[in-house]
């Protein structure tokens, strides 16, 4: 049995992704829908209160009683804000979860109470760390914006820092409802690059890779570097600030006790131009931590391609290029890369998230645009003014990019949507 | 509360300590940690003396230099500095000296003073080294020091908020580490300050080994610093005094090269090395430990800045060991199969403080823009020929070009059989100028240039401006000053992506051809005492070769993405510290 038909349907989030794939087969038997994250950080300018539950009723309308899974590529706010139910439990996720998905696919690092040990399965050694580190990250994320961003914000000098670091913040703090629905609406597969998915078993005829995320294993094996856990970084870095872990913290301890000290807002005069520039100092060094816990938490994205009828769709969540790294080294997985027909835009169009290698694969320097009905379709799911800043040359979505989007792409962005609740097209099967 | 001035209202009524150097500079000994206050012999914290300019000091401490303001912003706290402390009556004090260390290593006021006293030192040997007077890389002549600056285990130089910024975090054991603890980082961080001044655009974008050097000669000063101090090497590493004679008895089992490479006196910063939970029980970095191969220049890793900059480390270091062992090994045996450990320990100091003065002298004789290792490895050999033309005796120029040959890395192509710099033996012409003017005014330099640009082989399209002239004075071992006038040029040639091709180069694909982009050149020209030009050594802003490579790197980093070169330098040392801290490798590991 294979697909005649799949539906791309990508919904306008704003800053965020949510993909609906629905795989259509013939005769009576039942359409396949995939929901690949939920989420937004920001939404749309001019959109509805309720955006999320629009979004999640229009889904449960399309899938119905239907065979559905939903894969979380990685926690951020931007991909999964969506599932949480909310206090009174009839928010979107719950929407979502009385659709009884058969299962929920998320990223090795995901896997709940699963210690360090012999016992492990071999893919996953380095668990435990690594979901410290992970807490870590959110810690020093809510820290960053409950605690260092209101100081940030009385002084009126450091509005670009502060505004970078609540919206790249916010994204990393913990959405504990949407987690624990996640964990709760379905039995949970945690994959890893070279798993085989049940995503596979789920849609016939369709042919599931996993690509990404590398296990530490796979990942060290990359770099050949015998490293200092990054890990043990996050951790002290937390530790630090007085977040995540309490053992050992800093954060409320008074560092000098017994000797004199004042407020900075009561420094003498000698002191006020050097305070004011540590501040600045302070909320760059944090800025600059937040963009690189969002990274690591970028990291954690699941790669998924899916293979049918002359197709192949690319879904890379947010992977930037240390978790292409690995994909990219090997080659049964860069033979499956090369004839990609659907391409998630990675990031929401971020600078590090489509690597050279990757494009330079699809379009060699020689190569010209096809006509537009043989080019690979392109999908962007972003909001451009909310990450990065053009003057630094970071902005998302990338200029460059999106230029090149559009030259050798038949690019879908949400930036070109303006009430619609949704973008979708369908691809059938290829001769 | 008031920031006073010491004995302001009466300046020239202060009493200063008895002058130590030179008869004529009086000094002011100052209470600080000889490494970290994890390096501890029978149980007590290692102490040392730092002899500091005895300026007047303002609380905080702050002198002419150096100003101290205790701001922490991870809690927005003020910690107060010693008011009025280094006075007492007419007489100048420190405050802690002679106390039991356990009863100042929680106040901050000690750790103000560490700082204080660890940077003066360090700017101190620069100075001494370079024969005059340094700048720092900022407008102004005062760098700010926060010993608490954040919460976080990371510190670094910052050139736009003209300030060292040191971090803390929980140790293993709970206990606070205080980066401004360590004798080595705050060594490291100032040597980033001094050498922004010396060489403000070796924190552009150019190459790997530019990007790298920053790193690897900030660790090389510190571990000589330490080295170079006959006090705490004698603390180290004579731990147990076997006495005879008078003398300290020390093993030769002890003074190979390996058991040296061990000691606590060759890794950098051994407490917050030690704090980092799960980390190795070693100093934070022990660059020495590295092995000498010259596959590392294939080695992508190598291309990290601060991987590649501890390749710097071990080469210097593994020459400073190879000067060391042959010293100590003409001492002979004088007891019982022992060394004179007193002897030992002054081999060491002198073949450290050599090394300190040859590798902060050497960027007098290096080009100011698009530094390579090789570049550098030329420079310490001239430096060091000029002062020592004759190096049979120690032989620290084989030494040193044996050092880094072992990593693959060899001098320059256009200089002499020795790997100095060639001698500039082209006809220049003195027309129009002035003799005087030339040791000291940069128009006058200026003018030089102008008159000289096709002997000097310059591009006369270029926008040229002569940064700095420095009148030098340096003092031979043998006591013969060397008197030299350095003149600090820049060439930049600012050009669009689609004329790169006219100069003779390959526009990167990721460079728009509309897009602009800097090229630099430039160099020093060394003048002897009667202002002849002696070297004219730098990098030409025509010269093809090095300019492509230069693009290609560029567009390899992502460089093109960047706005600006002030985009990208912005945080960089904050950035480079942080990826180092996240990172430990070794080539080939």
Known sequence: MVPTSVRVRMYQVGFGDCFLLTFRYQGRTKPRHVLIDFGTTAAPSGSPSKLLARIAEDISKTVGKDPFAVVATHRHRDHIAGFDPGSNGKGPGAVIAALKPQFVVQPWTEQPDLAVDAKAPPGFKGLAARQETLASLQAIARHAVEVALPKLQRSFQHTVTAGQLAFIGEDNIPNDGAVRNLMGMAPNEYVYAGKTSRLASFLPGVKVTVLGPPTVKQHAGVRKERARDPDEFWSLQGKALGVGDKSGSTGNMALFPRHGQTTGGGAPLWARWIIKSLRSAHGDQLLELVRSLDTAMNNTSVILLFEFGGHRFLFPGDAQIENWEYALGQKKFTELLKNVTVYKVGHHGSLNATPKTLWKEWYPQAAKPLAMNRRMTSFMSTKAGKHGSVASGTEVPRTKLVTALKKWTRLHSTEDLEEALYVDEIFAVRD | ?589
């Not at chain 2, 180290?236 to 006495?243: A, D, W």
């Not at chain 2, 006196?265 to 051994?270: F, H, K, Q, V």
């Not at chain 2, 030494?399 to 320059?412: C, E, K, L, S, T």
């Not at chain 2, 401006?465 to 030098?472: E, I, K, L, T």
Request: aromatic share 8%; net charge neutral.
């Open chain 2, 1 to 589: 509360m008031a920031r006073r001035a010491v004995d302001a209202r009466r300046p020239d009524a202060q009493t200063e300590p008895a002058p130590t150097r030179g008869g004529s500079v009086p000094l002011r000994p100052l209470t600080i940690l000889a490494q970290d206050p994890a390096v501890r012999r029978d149980g007590k914290i290692l102490m040392a003396t730092a002899q500091i300019t005895a300026e007047p000091l303002m609380d905080g401490p702050c002198g002419a230099r150096i100003k101290v303001v205790d701001y922490d912003a991870s809690r927005d706290r003020l910690y107060l500095p010693m008011q009025g402390g280094y006075q007492q009556g007419g007489d100048w004090l420190d405050p802690f000296a002679g106390k039991d260390p356990a009863r100042f290593l929680d106040d901050p006021r000690f750790h103000q003073q560490n700082v204080y006293a660890i940077a003066m030192h360090t700017l101190g040997v620069f100075e001494s080294a370079l024969g005059r007077r340094t700048c720092f890389g900022f407008k102004g002549h005062q760098l700010h020091i926060a010993p608490h600056a954040f919460a976080g285990p990371n510190a670094y130089y910052q050139r736009e908020n003209r300030c060292l910024c040191f971090g803390y975090f929980p140790g293993r054991d709970g206990q606070i580490v205080h980066t401004c603890l360590s004798h080595d980082v705050v060594a490291h961080e100032m040597t980033h300050a001094l050498l922004d001044g010396l060489r403000p655009r070796f924190i552009d974008p150019s190459s790997p080994d530019q990007a790298a050097f920053h790193e690897g000669f900030a660790d090389v000063v510190a571990l000589l610093s330490v080295l170079s101090d006959r006090a705490i090497v004698e603390q180290v590493l004579i731990r147990r005094k076997v006495m005879r004679d008078r003398r300290a008895l020390i093993s030769p089992n002890e003074l190979t090269a390996s058991a040296l490479k061990a000691s606590t006196l060759l890794g950098l910063a051994e407490q917050v090395g030690t704090s980092i939970p799960n980390g190795a029980a070693t100093a934070l970095r022990r660059s020495v430990a590295l092995k000498a191969s010259p596959r590392w220049l294939e080695d992508p890793d190598c291309e990290e800045p601060h991987r590649r900059g501890e390749i710097l480390v071990a080469t210097v270091m593994d020459a400073f060991l190879a000067v060391w062992v042959a010293r100590v090994a003409s001492l002979g045996i004088v007891s019982r199969g022992q060394c004179d450990g007193n002897r030992v320990v002054e081999e060491g100091v002198a073949a450290a403080n050599h090394l300190l003065t040859m590798c902060i002298r050497a960027l007098d004789y290096a080009p100011s823009t698009d530094l390579q290792y090789v570049d550098y490895l030329s420079a310490l050999l001239t430096a060091d020929k000029e002062t020592v033309p004759d190096d049979s005796k120690y032989h620290y120029r084989q030494i040193i070009r044996d050092a880094f040959r072992a990593w693959g890395i060899a001098p320059v192509s256009h200089t002499g059989g020795d790997g100095c710099w060639e001698s500039f033996d082209r006809r220049v012409s003195y027309r129009n100028l002035r003799s005087e003017s030339l040791r000291r005014d940069t128009d006058e330099a200026f003018r030089f240039i102008w008159e000289n640009f096709d002997a000097l082989q310059l591009a006369r399209e270029a926008y040229t401006v002569v940064q700095a002239v420095h009148p030098v004075a340096r003092v031979a071992p043998d006591g013969l000053i060397v008197r030299e006038t350095v003149i600090d040029y820049l060439q930049i040639l600012t050009v669009r992506g689609h004329e790169l091709r006219a100069l003779g180069l390959q526009r990167p694909e990721e460079l728009p051809t509309s897009k602009e982009v800097r090229l630099y050149g430039g160099g020093v020209l060394v003048l002897d005492e009667f202002g002849r030009l002696k070297y004219s050594i730098g990098n030409n802003v025509a010269k093809v070769a090095r300019q492509q490579a230069r693009l290609d790197y560029l567009a390899k980093m992502g460089f093109f993405e960047y706005r600006s070169d002030q985009d990208f330098s912005r945080g960089f040392f904050a950035r480079l510290h942080l990826a180092r801290a996240r990172d430990r490798w070794t080539p080939g590991g």
